[in-house]
């Protein structure tokens, strides 16, 4: 094993080790928006991965909008999930969502999120989704 393949499988069991929460990502489907309230219902796709990940806030602030007659504040989290994970039958593209399921902080269960990102990249030691709270 060289050298660089061996402290990316350190980084990658260090990534591992900090994902606490689990969840569901489901592929983007067409959904529909409530003008009376403001909230968006997003249609139920597929699921493209279910399994542990680590949700974290990328800003400390989020950013007030305007959606139909009331404010939504959107957060900007980053969701990493493990660098190996099962082939999917989909790419995860924005649109899609993120829901946690499970978390030692439970603030966190049943938050769902919006993805509007996705990096990849060979020497990456964790997958990482960009997503956002419109709550």
């Known amino acids: ?33 409530d003008w009376e309230s403001g909230t968006e219902t997003p249609g139920t796709g597929a699921v493209l991965y279910t399994g542990p990940a680590r949700v974290k806030p990328a800003a400390q602030m989020g950013r007030e909008v305007d959606a139909g007659e009331r404010n939504v504040t959107l957060r900007q989290y980053v969701v990493s999930v493990p660098w190996v994970s099962p082939a ?29 990102g996705v990096e990849y990249g060979s020497t990456a030691t964790a997958w990482r989704i960009s997503a956002e709270d419109r709550s």
């Open 1 to 33: 094993m060289s050298e660089l393949n061996a402290l990316l499988a350190a980084g990658r069991a260090a990534a591992a080790g900090l994902m606490r929460e689990t969840v569901t990502i489901r592929a983007a489907a067409a959904g529909g928006f």
């Open 88 to 116: 999917l039958s989909e790419r995860v593209v924005p649109g899609a969502t993120v829901d946690v399921d499970a978390s030692p902080d439970g603030r966190l269960v049943g938050l769902r999120l919006w993805v509007t």
